[in-house]
């Protein structure tokens, strides 16, 4: 049992979230490359290899030579089995890289120093405030020219609504950058990238109270710059409590450089020092935690047709409690069944690994027939609990559908209803409009690329798409307490329902939504649909 509790304990299981180019993929690497998973930095997930590795799924994707794929990275560091989660950007940015955030218990944010908080980062982040987990901010290629560090620190504050607290502090950027100055150690950590694309050397540690050593290292001006910015530091900033970083509200921060791995190791260091163990989950029964059950999941993303020539669909879960063996019967409890999981592996970024055993915080794939859902719960025999569902996240592009040949409508709706199942797309309905006219909304554009075909290749239906200029879209949260009917918004909104009947709005700007909330007084709406 002992054992069992230690390997739960020893897990960290967060995701990594970023605009795309702030350097996600090389923080990762440098990540493994500590871990002892790769041996050169760029062997597991350069974007060369990633291109063709990651997955062939999809026509669509070798076309685009993208990945729609979102994978999970499981590696050991100084004891801990580590999981990291990638939420992909780009043009594959999907309500699955939202939905990857709900099977994380922490966030590692990463920022370029030049750009500060970007479009990408601003939408992920919400996600975590909504989950109220740790988030760990990493300012990245401090080699390069940076932002005004204050400048830096005030725009996550402002943007983002989170407290700050560096842990250290940069020293210079570009060719004057000249390392960071740990807070608590009170010493200056001189910067060196003689060890680039190796393990993270033997940092050269100079106290802070050493002056004249510290101004023989960095340069007399550095030096002045760093005892002046230090005292402004020390009285601006706000205090470390571990309490706040636990619940989302401070966000701890550490500057460096992925690229010429400088930094890393020490922000890696401090996270998994400051970072939790697998979390509890509520569920209908009440708020769970890792060890106090034998194993439970809950189904997070649902990959379609990744092998081609057998049409499968990969169920991705998280385990909640307890351990996985391969062997065990287990209940899916929305389809009432008690069965094996079939094929359970873990998904890595180029390959997949077929699996004996997992314990809570890992992530595990597994055959799918077409009987899961997203959100769905796994649970042992005998047990018959639910684990709260994964909320809908709000699309932000909007085409109506139209079938090309009428005649197919029944492969059309049962083509459609699946992809929705699968949460690749969200369907909504206008009032007084038949199956036959759909609005699809998504989260990224490929999405409707995705739609189309699939719906020609699995289901033999033509479809023709119209954009519609819709940008925002908002579910009523007091649904019982307004009357759709008299409820009046600007001349461009739209009244929709989902599958489930649930009233939505969709709107073409964000001044609009103000406009009907204005004119609506007590409406409540949400970025964030509930089953
Ligand atoms: P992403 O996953 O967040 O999209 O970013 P990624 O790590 O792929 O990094 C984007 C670009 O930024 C890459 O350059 C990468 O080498 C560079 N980069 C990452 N970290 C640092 C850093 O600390 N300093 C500097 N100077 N550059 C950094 P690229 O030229 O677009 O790609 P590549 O040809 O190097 O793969």
Known sequence: MSNYTEEINRRRTFAIISHPDAGKTTLTEKFLLYGGAINLAGSVKGKATARHAVSDWMQIEKERGISVTSSVLQFEYDGYCINILDTPGHQDFSEDTYRTLMAADSAVMVIDASKGVEAQTRKLFKVCVMRKIPIFTFINKLDRDANDTFELLDDIEKELGIATCPLNWPIGSGKEFKGVYDREKKCVIAYSDTEKGTKEGIATEIPIKDEAHLKEVIGEAAADKLLEEIELLDGASAEFDLEEVRKGDLTPVCFGSALTNFGVEIFLKHFLNMTTTPLPRKADIGVIGPTEKDFSAFVFKIQANMNKAHRDRIAFMRICTGKFDANMEVRHVQG????????????????????????????????????????????????????????????????????????????????????????????????????????????????????????????????????????????????????????????????????????????????????TLDRNKGLVLTEFGRN
Not at 380 to 392: A, S
Not at 423 to 452: P, R
């Open 336 to 515: 009432n069944k008690v069965m094996r999981l079939s094929q359970p592996q873990q998904i890595m970024a180029d390959e997949r690994k077929i699996l004996s055993e997992a314990y809570a915080g890992d992530i595990i794939g597994v055959f799918d027939p077409g009987i899961f859902s997203i959100g769905d719960t796994i649970c042992m025999p005998k047990e018959k609990f639910q684990y709260e569902g994964i909320p809908t996240f709000a699309p932000e592009h909007f085409a109506r559908v139209r079938q090309v040949d009428t005649m197919k409508r029944k492969q059309f709706v049962k083509g459609i209803e699946q992809i929705a199942q699968e949460g690749a797309i969200q369907i909504f309905q206008e009032y007084n409009t038949g199956l036959e006219e759909i609005i699809v909304g998504v989260v990224g554009v490929l999405q409707f690329d995705v739609l189309k075909y699939r719906l020609e290749n699995e289901y033999n239906v033509e479809i023709r798409l119209e954009n519609l200029p819709y940008e925002h879209i908002r579910w009523i949260e007091n649904k019982d307490e307004v009357d759709l009917a008299k409820l009046t918004g600007t001349s461009d909104m739209k009244k929709v329902k989902d599958m489930r009947g649930n009233p939505l709005l969709l709107f073409v700007n964000s001044w609009s939504i103000g406009m």
